[in-house]
């Protein structure tokens, strides 16, 4: 008995790694009490405990059961599909001289343009819900050519504006401009004649951020909720006529924001975003040297993300504040 004693809290411990572990130490634990307080009692009043005690572990495992198959069960993979037509794309200056010159116009416009996809109603879709468009994928495989999985470049993001049963009408919502400059040249140098002209009047759609035959996947709806929570909270920050102190505890909600975001949300799209939100609003609560940690944890995530060369900046920016400012947090 003494050493069952001794090794009760390893048996505790190991019984806990899983829900049949814990399940069988209730039982254990339950049998002996119900032992000791009943050891004396009457056959039948014996028997009456055993079906009652009985019925519990079978109704417990009854429930741990559904509890190991709902955990074990695959989550349901993001809503895609694929971008179909384009409508009212700007028009294009005659002759499309100087592309240079009036291409930022042309996208800016582009934001009022009609992008359908291949997914509506009926699949899911609903007004408002956000999709990422896909730049590129490219599959990984081992040297033997097994497909180990798929690499994709995510690109701008496009919110669905109207749903229909089968397809969805959706407008530029983010412009992802780093992977557009990459794939416009692509595009222009196979559009190029040969004798080195593009007729632009007549193939505005070259010029688009989004293309015909784009994979879009669908944001989780509550990661944009979210994402809208760390950006209200931040559009408090810039309201007018509040106190130092009001400043500060609203850059603190959005660190408390930001850090529930990464932990339900970590992979998702708006990550990158959320963490970087977190540095900037550490930054302003002069708590300089938690955000050179968040902005360094930024660039090791996300070497290659468009706000890559912010997180550059701020991280020296935070460096000389603490040259200039010793008695500010770090």
């Given at each position: 008995?003494?050493?069952?004693?001794?090794?009760?809290?390893?048996?505790?411990?190991?019984?806990?790694?899983?829900?049949?572990?814990?399940?069988?130490?209730?039982?254990?634990?339950?049998?002996?009490?119900?032992?000791?307080?009943?050891?004396?009692?009457?056959?039948?009043?014996?028997?009456?405990?055993?079906?009652?005690?009985?019925l519990g572990f079978l109704l417990l495992s009854v429930a741990l059961?559904?509890?190991?198959?709902?955990?074990?069960?695959?989550?349901?993979?993001?809503?895609?599909?694929?971008?179909?037509?384009?409508?009212?794309?700007?028009?294009?200056?005659?002759?499309?001289?100087?592309?240079?010159?009036?291409?930022?116009?042309?996208?800016?416009?582009?934001?009022?343009?009609?992008?359908?996809?291949?997914?509506?109603?009926?699949?899911?879709?609903?007004?408002?819900?956000?999709?990422?468009?896909?730049?590129?994928?490219?599959?990984?495989?081992?040297?033997?050519?097994?497909?180990?999985?798929?690499?994709?470049?995510?690109?701008?993001?496009?919110?669905?504006?109207?749903?229909?049963?089968?397809?969805?009408?959706?407008?530029?919502?983010?412009?992802?401009?780093?992977?557009?400059?990459?794939?416009?040249?692509?595009?222009?140098?196979?559009?190029?004649?040969?004798?080195?002209?593009?007729?632009?009047?007549?193939?505005?759609?070259?010029?688009?951020?989004?293309?015909?035959?784009?994979?879009?996947?669908?944001?989780?709806?509550?990661?944009?909720?979210?994402?809208?929570?760390?950006?209200?909270?931040?559009?408090?920050?810039?309201?007018?006529?509040?106190?130092?102190?009001?400043?500060?505890?609203?850059?603190?909600?959005?660190?408390?924001?930001?850090?529930?975001?990464?932990?339900?949300?970590?992979?998702?799209?708006?990550?990158?975003?959320?963490?970087?939100?977190?540095?900037?609003?550490q930054f302003q609560l002069r708590h300089y040297q938690e955000s050179?940690?968040?902005?360094?944890?930024?660039?090791?995530?996300?070497?290659?993300?468009?706000?890559?060369?912010?997180?550059?900046?701020?991280?020296?920016?935070?460096?000389?504040?603490?040259?200039?400012?010793?008695?500010?947090?770090?």
């Open positions: 008995m003494n050493k069952l004693v001794e090794q009760a809290p390893k048996i505790i411990e190991e019984a806990a790694k899983s829900p049949l572990g814990l399940l069988a130490l209730m039982i254990l634990a339950l049998s002996v009490l119900a032992f000791f307080f009943f050891r004396k009692a009457s056959p039948r009043i014996r028997v009456g405990i055993f079906v009652v005690v009985f059961y559904r509890v190991i198959q709902v955990g074990q069960e695959s989550p349901h993979p993001p809503l895609s599909g694929t971008v179909i037509k384009l409508e009212r794309l700007p028009a294009t200056p005659k002759g499309g001289s100087h592309l240079e010159k009036w291409l930022l116009v042309w996208i800016a416009e582009f934001h009022n343009s009609q992008i359908f996809i291949d997914k509506g109603s009926q699949q899911g879709t609903r007004q408002g819900d956000y999709f990422i468009v896909i730049e590129s994928e490219r599959d990984i495989k081992n040297k033997e050519g097994k497909t180990l999985g798929t690499m994709q470049e995510e690109g701008s993001l496009i919110r669905v504006v109207e749903a229909r049963p089968n397809f969805s009408i959706c407008q530029l919502n983010e412009f992802a401009y780093k992977s557009y400059s990459k794939a416009l040249d692509a595009r222009l140098a196979q559009a190029t004649d040969k004798d080195d002209h593009i007729d632009l009047e007549k193939h505005p759609e070259l010029l688009a951020p989004i293309t015909v035959g784009q994979k879009v996947i669908a944001v989780p709806r509550e990661e944009k909720a979210a994402w809208d929570e760390i950006s209200a909270a931040y559009d408090r920050t810039l309201a007018p006529d509040i106190t130092d102190e009001e400043t500060k505890l609203r850059y603190a909600d959005i660190i408390d924001k930001s850090n529930e975001f990464l932990l339900e949300h970590g992979s998702g799209y708006f990550a990158p975003k959320a963490l970087f939100q977190k540095g900037f609003a050179i940690k968040t902005f360094d944890q930024f660039l090791k995530l996300y070497p290659f993300h468009v706000s890559s060369q912010g997180a550059h900046e701020w991280i020296e920016k935070a460096r000389e504040a603490m040259k200039e400012e010793p008695g500010a947090a770090k």
